[in-house]
């Protein structure tokens, strides 16, 4: 039976820190495979300065094309509207039996906020990474499920610091791997910038 774990996120763009935690959760939970699925509205987002869904899936895809154990899903981006996990798990449900979902932990403190909280825990273990040093305690609520936490390597990149360096003009050079950088500047995403 195989193990895989479902990614998600707004990847605006993907960086270098969402691949190493990929690589770091893949290894640390033996999965088979780890799919990344970019959503198409993130319900807790705004979603102003959003590359189009198109962009997005085309950077994940160069961003992950030399490992085997990752793999791309657009089924957020096909069904428009905003994405919410829940449908997504009982998508991969169908085909999966033991699905993980990778968690941020500082999302899980707004997770009861999430649709369906309770249905997530019944299709899906939920791995809850820490990152940037951040120490999340699990709620209350959640203890006793099917919750691991999954330490990733502290790595300080977001999209939030790629596109204001691409405003400001400065490099994005070792943020993103070097093939999303190149297409972020040949399609002049996130305003013009010039390397």
């Known amino acids: 039976m195989e193990k895989i774990a479902i990614l998600g996120g707004s990847f605006n763009p993907i ?15 033996n999965l088979d495979k780890i799919i990344f699925v970019p959503c198409y509205i993130q319900p807790l987002k705004s ?26 899903s657009d089924i957020e981006i096909k069904r428009k509207g905003k994405s919410y996990t829940v449908d997504t798990l009982k998508y991969f449900k169908q085909k999966y039996d033991d699905l993980y979902f990778v968690i941020g932990a500082d999302n899980i403190k707004d997770f009861h906020r999430w649709k369906e909280p309770d249905t997530i825990l019944k299709l899906a273990k939920l791995i809850v990474t820490n990152r940037g040093g951040m120490e999340r305690k699990i709620p209350k609520r959640l203890r006793g499920k099917k919750i691991f936490v999954c330490k990733i390597p502290d790595i300080e990149i977001s999209s939030t610091l790629i596109r204001n360096n691409i405003r400001s003009n400065k490099s994005i050079k070792y943020l993103v791997p070097e093939k999303v950088e190149k297409y972020i500047i040949k399609n002049k995403l996130y305003t013009n910038y010039g390397g």
Not at 15 to 29: K, P, Q, R
Not at 51 to 61: F, G, T
Not at 64 to 70: A, D, L, R, V
């Open 15 to 29: 960086h270098i820190g969402h691949l190493i935690l990929a690589n770091t959760v893949c290894e640390e939970f």
């Open 47 to 72: 979603n102003k300065d959003f590359a189009s869904p198109e962009d997005r899936l085309a950077m994940i895809k160069l961003a992950i094309q030399n490992n085997p154990k990752f793999e791309l």
